[in-house]
């Protein structure tokens, strides 16, 4: 603060020679000086000139100090405007009266010149910490101002982007307050293309925008992955892997995952590090903690990553409740936490199912009471129904091709002049991978496919032979000939053909591949182990394991696998 | 390019990087990563990340490098396998010669 600056000091007196001598101090420390010789003028001139320190009389005629001082501070609004008053009068009613008015303080006369000076400084001093307070006030506002409309934005495209899927569903009720989204919270709920219903409830460490931003890769990830029929340990790995690798360590996701299959009425629990979600029983009214058996989400990386899950068995109208810390950490006046012994007694004396969600959330405001109100909360409720009971406005919980059987056949040759340019297997992985049953073992589909029409197009329609494989220069010879053989071929041919079949249990997929060669003894081979030597011939061994069964016919030029799947969720 | 490789400074350590589909197209470019290096690396890291699909002429290749590297003495580490290559490789039986992760 430079309190030697030129100051504008208001002088009123309505006694000449005490402004005067007034004026004359004042002017002598080097500040420019405005003189009035009443309230009013003092109140006239003060708005003209817009002095820093205002030294007036008490007793004035037309306008005395006291009203001066009111209309004056009045007038400054924010600004400080320290206000002397100079006065004769000396008992304790009086002086109160003037700081009363509003006076900042008083100068008794005759006047000291010495304290004099040292008080305009003191207040100049103190205007300079009152500016700077005023300042950092408003830019407090605007930033605060600012925040909030941010984070209006910030839940609008959250809440786009986590509450897309099925919450809406007529089996779900869930609560998610807005200060749980800025503490990281997230609820989604998607459907299967099989009428499966995934529903994830997340708690990210740590509060604001860095846990809630973790939000959107979860929930983007989420639906993308259900809606194209991903099972939930796909789900949970992928979103794992991805956390794991985007979130800084030491902030991670805590969250219960259940996958509900309504046509068996069966759930999947994954829990990793929430409290244990509930399951209401509605015909015993007992009750069954969900409790965490893993670490949370992005904790550990992908090859260690655990998706065990456990099952439950239902009934028709049982309810599922999952919720974050925030209800267990509720703290009611006396600072103490609602906690799970209290949510346990809130179900143990309920009455109607259908209502324990609100009487939970009413027993937590009520125990809250008066108390730090954190409104922190999340829940959800989840009904186990039948799969024709549920409704929702976009998503179907009965899908035909689940309900219906499907089966189709595809027979496709590969003609000579396209062996060396054309390659059938992404072509047929593509088709292949169209089916939603088929899409999860599109790795194991893609290496029958290759193990099958090498064999075909090189042992068969080129007619090389394996043992060329032993060394590596062989290695390399091996397809350097294929290379040459396939520029020469004008003749041959690869028939693959497939026979899908697929109802609600499962299903299957026979593969056939027919090729032009002279074929060869397969007595001796049917059931030999996989060796581990020799940089080749494990190709059909692969093909065993993967397969169901694995048969040759002809003179070992066709082939006939069956590769099966059952859906257990 | 389906296979890149990097080789540590002080050249004792090669990384091998597939892309895409592993089978006998690339296998030039799979043995020229380890075949053609002024100094012969002791230790092989065969990196997966980018590897969709493989078939039994990948696990040829990989023979061939276990050989190339020392066969018995080998050390090589086969990384960042995805769930559906990591299967064809304990199916062949090759976390006995390799080690998967």
Redesign the interface.
Known sequence: MNDLRSLKILVADDTDTDRLILETIVRKEGHQVFSAKNGLEAVAIFQQEHPDIVLLDALMPEMDGFDAARQIKNLAGDELVPIIFLTSLQDTDSLVHCLDAGGDDFLSKPYNRVILKAKIKSFNRMRGLHNTMITQRDQLAQHHQRLLQEQAVAKQVFDNVAHSGCLNASNVRYFLSSLAVFNGDVVVAGIRPNGNMMVLLGDFTGHGLPAAIGAMPLASTFYGMVNKGFSMSDVL?EINKKLKTILPIGLFCCATMIDFNFRRKRIKVWNGGLPAGMIYRHLDRSVIPLRSTHLPLGVLPE?SFKDDVQLYDLDEGDRIFMWSDGIHEARNPAGDMYGEERLLEVLAQANEPAIIFDEILTSVKNFIGSGEQDDDLSMIEIRMDAPEHLQHPNHYFVHQQQQLPVEWELRFEVKPTSFKSFDPLSFLLNILTEEPDLRSF???L??IL??LY?NALEHGVLGLSGDI?KS?EG??EY?AQ?EKLLNEIATGFVHIYFAYSSNIDGGSLTLRVEDSGAGFDYSALQGKP?S?I???G??I??VE??CKTVRYYGSGNKVEVVFAWVNDD | MAITSTVSADGNQVTIYIQG?F??SS??EF?NAYEKLTKAPSRFRVDLQGT??????A???L??LR??AGGERADIDIVNC????K??LL????E??FSI?
């Open positions: 790995c090859k599109s790795g194991s893609y290496t290759a193990e090498s494989k590596p290695f390399a397809y294929r996989l581990t020799g940089y080749s494990r190709g061994g692969i394991k993967l | 589909r089978d006998f296998h030039q043995r969709s699909y493989l078939d039994s002429s696990l040829g290749m023979l061939l050989d190339h995805s769930q559906d290559v299967k064809i199916i062949s039986n090759f006995q010669l992760q």
